[in-house]
């Protein structure tokens, strides 16, 4: 078991350094939730409500989009270039140290 860094800003700057674990199939939805931050996640991580979206701010490397997820953020609002559904991105060794910011809600 290994666990790596996740670092949230809030939606008043404030960054949050978090644990995951990479041996739970989690996804940043999930652990925001898990940290008490306010991410409401309403369809359950099934990206179908935008609840979850966050902006990518580091060079981490993400999987591409699925088709899924690039229509529901077709439909989101306060939508960026860096724009990524938190429920889509799970925690892997391969984004420790990935920052994200929480778009607005």
């Known amino acids: 078991m290994q666990d790596v860094?996740?670092?949230i800003?809030?939606?008043e700057g404030v960054d949050h350094?978090?644990?995951?674990?990479?041996?739970?199939?989690?996804?940043i939805m999930e652990l925001c939730k898990?940290?008490?931050?306010?991410?409401?996640?309403?369809?359950?991580?099934m990206?179908?409500?935008?609840?979850c979206q966050c902006y990518l701010e580091s060079d981490t490397d993400l999987p591409e989009q699925s088709d899924d997820e690039l229509?529901?953020?077709?439909?989101?609002?306060?939508?960026?270039?860096?724009s990524r559904l938190g429920c889509q991105i799970q925690i892997t060794d391969?984004?420790?140290g990935i920052v994200l910011r929480l778009a607005p809600e």
């Open 5 to 7: 860094k996740v670092t």
């Open 9 to 11: 800003i809030d939606r």
């Open 17 to 27: 350094v978090l644990e995951a674990p990479t041996d739970m199939s989690m996804n």
């Open 34 to 45: 898990a940290y008490e931050l306010p991410v409401l996640g309403e369809c359950g991580g």
């Open 47 to 51: 990206a179908m409500c935008a609840t």
């Open 71 to 82: 229509d529901m953020l077709d439909q989101a609002f306060h939508v960026e270039d860096n």
């Open 94 to 96: 391969d984004i420790d």
